[in-house]
């Protein structure tokens, strides 16, 4: 787990800036509210907001990405205001939360925006509880709200938008509620399967309220929280199930690297600002690679935050696991029970994409050294490196250590291993293509026919083509290629049983 999050591929280090720049984001978003003379309260809501603003907003678009920041604060006030109008009165603030709950996984519908919009509600609300945010303290959490949320905007879309200056891919990154794929081959409306998972997370989150309440009537809303995150970016029922567990577990570990850290430092501003600031980088920067360490970062982050508040104790932190645990299963329960939907269609959907990427890629790198004017391979390559990452998602389930099925899993295991083989090759591929003194070899273009071969055989169930023109060659382009082929080739088999039947079977 810790080589995968410090050795994994980051393709013009964007991981890094995005981690850097969240950091900076967010500190001066917090220092902004304080030279305002909001309270710690305020400033601890500021500096959700813009982490939320820094983390949430996704879209393709630079513009895209300015009017969804923009529409922040549009969707979170209101819902701030009624959850503290809601304070005092438990029934009716339950059913507002659950109600939150249900619209903000609905939003999903409308791609990374309605995403964004749907979760900066959530944790408005969510913050709201954390704080226990009364009508009094609304100005001041509002003005906290707009001045984080503009200052954040300032940092992304003014003092470092790095993604003015590359391409940027032509994938959404995650994908928010809906299957990938063509029509008939696992492809599925984006409302029908919004609505279904709408139902799911306000059941789940419901048993979650009900029960964390039982086990605190004060912190209850950690087991509805858990409900909530274990369900962003789940498509199929292993999915959530494994992304259940890791959530457990990085809490586990988070909570005692707690005993270790927050709470001899509980309350000490320096250290906690220090330390804040590194879960803050840790939160974005492993977020793309391990949902168990983001789940870590995230965990500690928030036991600085409760020292901070005066209010971090042992106590506490045992209550925060057994909350954790109560909305994990939650989660469960719910994909488990209610419109259940197996991992195949999104395995296959999401092999099947990221495949046809790898054709991508190899065409437009053929395409640059050929000198054809416009032809730019790294968009592709950012593009293949979030589809594999989701691949990995999708299969999680088949290679959690406890999965039974044996057969199963090494299957999956070598998916994905000759799948990162490719994305080696081509990325090896993109900086031969990248040198200006690179020439064409006019086997390129044979090559590349090969890899369109053998990527429509893998994805239409037929035939691999097996490559036969004699020795390798030597080029540094053609090497790659043949890399690329041989790495298809072999994926044949573990995409397929010995009957024919996929990877993950029905």
């Known amino acids: 787990m810790l080589k995968r999050v410090f050795v994994s591929p980051d393709p013009g280090r964007t991981r890094l800036r995005f981690a850097a720049r969240a950091v900076l984001g967010i500190g001066l978003a917090v220092a902004v509210c304080g030279l305002a003379g909001t309270s710690l309260v305020g400033a601890v809501t500021g500096g959700l907001a ?19 920041t923009a529409l922040l604060p549009v ?63 609304l100005p001041e959490m509002f003005a906290a709200v707009l001045l984080s949320v503009a200052t954040a905007a300032a ?3 003014g003092l470092w938008c790095y993604e003015r200056r590359q391409a940027p891919p032509a994938v959404p990154a995650p994908a928010w509620g809906y299957l990938p794929g063509r029509p008939g081959k696992g492809a599925a409306r984006p409302a029908r399967i919004t609505t279904r998972q709408a139902v799911q997370a306000t059941a789940g989150a419901g048993f979650a309220l009900v029960v964390g309440q039982l086990v605190s009537d004060e912190r209850w809303y950690w087991a509805v929280g858990a409900t909530w995150w274990v369900f962003v970016n789940t498509t199929s029922r292993g999915e959530t199930l494994v992304r259940g567990f890791r959530r457990v577990l990085g809490t586990v570990v988070g909570i005692g690297l707690g005993f270790l850290v927050a709470v001899p430092v509980a309350g000490s501003a320096v250290p906690t600002a220090v330390l804040a600031a590194a879960c803050v980088f840790g939160i974005f920067y492993t977020a793309a690679v391990s949902y168990t360490w983001m789940m870590l970062c995230v965990t500690l982050l928030a036991e600085l935050l409760y020292g901070l508040l005066g209010v971090l104790t042992p106590g506490l932190l045992a209550l925060r696991l057994v909350e954790t645990g109560v909305g994990a299963l939650g989660a469960a329960l719910a994909v488990l029970l209610v419109l259940p939907v197996t991992t195949h269609a999104v395995n296959d959907a999401w092999i099947q994409r990221a495949l046809r990427c790898v054709h991508a890629c190899t065409a437009e790198a053929a395409a640059r050294l050929a000198g054809t004017e416009g032809a730019d391979p790294a968009p592709r390559v950012a593009e293949l490196e979030q589809l594999l990452g989701r691949v990995r998602l999708s299969l999680a389930p088949l290679v959690h250590p406890l999965n039974p099925m044996r057969g199963r899993k090494h299957r999956a295991r070598r998916v994905l291993v000759l799948l990162d083989e490719c994305a080696r090759e081509i990325r090896g591929l993109v900086a031969v293509a990248a040198d200006p003194e690179a020439s064409h070899d006019a086997r390129l273009a044979a090559a590349c026919w090969r890899v369109e071969n053998a990527v429509e055989a893998l994805t239409a169930g037929g035939a691999v083509p097996v490559r036969t023109d004699g020795p390798g060659a030597t080029e ?31």
């Open 155 to 157: 940092v992304r879309f």
């Open 50 to 68: 813009a982490l939320l603003a820094l983390f949430t907003v996704t879209d393709a678009t630079v513009r895209g990405q300015a009017v969804t």
């Open 75 to 137: 969707t979170g006030l209101p819902v701030l205001a009624a959850a503290a109008a809601l304070h005092d009165l438990p029934v009716a603030r339950d059913l507002a939360f659950l109600a939150v709950v249900g619209a903000g996984v609905y939003a999903r519908r409308w791609g990374p925006r309605g995403h964004s919009l749907g979760v900066f509600a959530f944790m408005t609300f969510f913050v709201a509880q954390f704080l226990h945010a009364t009508t009094d303290r």
């Open 476 to 506: 540094p382009a053609l090497v790659h290629l043949h890399g690329v082929e041989r790495a298809l080739t072999e994926l044949a088999a573990p995409l397929r049983a010995p009957s024919g039947s996929p990877l993950v079977g029905a």
